[in-house]
């Protein structure tokens, strides 16, 4: 069973800079195998994806955070990474990480959760 465990989120001021950190834990765990993505979600509003890599290392993100927001894995640590970029107000979002234990980054893939992280960046 893996489990998941977001850190690093906090409050910043537009412009700023945060990291997140995931790190994955539990029996049987072969994180290498694993597509990992960061997600996000405000109150009232539907989850949106960040960006996944996949277990080759390749990434994606979204439109609204190209350029801004960076993801990396350590397979060694087990360990999902969100290098968070010239943040601005409407970033501020509770965000997650997710793993598709099957290796493929569809979004309906990712089947284990963290318990979130919340980021908040005031103007």
């Known amino acids: 069973q893996v489990h998941l465990v977001e850190s690093g989120g906090g409050s910043v001021q537009a412009g700023g800079s945060l990291r997140l950190s995931c790190a994955a834990s539990?029996?049987?765990?072969?994180?290498?195998?694993?597509?990992m993505g960061w997600f996000r979600q405000a109150p009232g509003k539907e989850r949106e994806g960040v960006g996944t890599?996949?277990?080759?290392?390749?990434?994606s993100y979204a439109d609204s955070v190209k350029g801004r927001f960076t993801i990396a894995r350590d397979n060694a640590k087990k360990t999902l990474y969100l290098q968070m970029n010239s943040l601005k107000p409407e970033d501020t979002d509770m965000y997650y990480c997710?793993?598709?234990?099957?290796?493929?980054?569809?979004?309906?893939?990712?089947?284990?959760w963290g318990q979130g992280t919340q980021v908040t960046v005031s103007s």
């Open positions: 539990g029996y049987g765990v072969i994180y290498r195998n694993y597509c």
């Open positions: 890599v996949t277990n080759y290392g390749t990434t």
């Open positions: 997710a793993a598709a234990l099957n290796g493929y980054c569809r979004q309906f893939d990712f089947g284990v």
